[in-house]
């Protein structure tokens, strides 16, 4: 598949979740549930049951559903692809009827699915065609290192052990461009900079964002673009005119 085609069904998958990613909070896979992985969905949801768990709510991304069900304060992700269940992770916070102020959860509030897309594009353009249960790895890492999760080299891989990376990278990313020192530029320079490092760096919009900017002074500003583990500086006016993008 040639990278353009890779970036356009990137683009495409980020268009089929409504704004925000269903993923864990931890990816540890649960002791009392780790014989389900694997199952059908449709028996697997009546042995959740079975054991207690009530069904909380679904998000759909792609080719995947996330069924989030709970059982007291626990609160568990169950992945379903192809009919069964691909993963079983704890998922604390995630939970609609618990309440969430943990930091995981606050970086999941600023995080859109682009990023995934992005990183498995990016991924694809570096491995050629991949194979599923590779991808379903990286995606798997990806979503444990974006949501605060420990590695779990109990189950690791090289799929896993390169989306835990990629993970990392986009929740530092995130972070910062959150951060108060950040969100001095104007706002009107930080968008024009990041459509234009999406573009500089070939990733669907969305992709790229400030983590460190400095004023020029005169209307002027310097900032520091991070596209996943890539950096550019772009030279930005207050009103969003860019004047200069180069690499970091």
């Not at 598949?1 to 896979?29: D, F």
């Amino acid at each position: 598949m040639s990278v353009r085609r890779q970036l356009v069904a990137a683009v495409a998958l980020a268009g089929l979740i409504s704004g925000v990613m269903a993923a864990p909070a931890s990816a540890q896979i649960p002791s009392n549930l780790r014989d389900l992985v694997g199952a059908r969905a449709a028996g697997g949801e009546s042995e959740l049951q079975a054991r207690g768990y009530a069904l909380d709510h679904v998000d759909e991304g792609g080719s995947a559903k996330f069924g989030y069900w709970r059982r007291g304060d626990e609160c568990v992700q169950v992945t379903t692809r192809d009919g069964r269940y691909l993963t079983i992770v704890e998922a604390r916070n995630m939970c609609r009827k618990k309440s969430s102020g943990s930091d995981a959860s606050a970086v999941v509030a600023g995080v859109a699915i682009v990023g995934l897309a992005a990183a498995l594009a990016a991924h694809k353009q570096k491995h050629g065609d991949s194979g599923r249960d590779h991808d379903d790895e990286y995606e798997r890492g990806y979503q444990a290192a974006m949501y605060g999760s420990d590695y779990d080299d109990r189950h690791d891989s090289e799929g896993y052990h390169e989306g835990y990376l990629a993970g990392q990278s986009e929740r530092d990313n995130r972070r910062f461009s959150n951060s108060r020192y950040v969100r001095n530029a104007p706002r009107a320079a930080q968008d024009a900079c990041s459509r234009r490092a999406d573009e500089y760096q070939s990733r669907p919009y969305g992709s790229s964002v400030p983590i460190s900017v400095r004023d020029l002074g005169r209307g002027d500003w310097e900032l520091t673009m991070a596209t996943g583990s890539y950096r550019s500086r772009c030279t930005v006016s207050s009103s969003g005119q860019v004047r200069a993008m180069n690499p970091y």
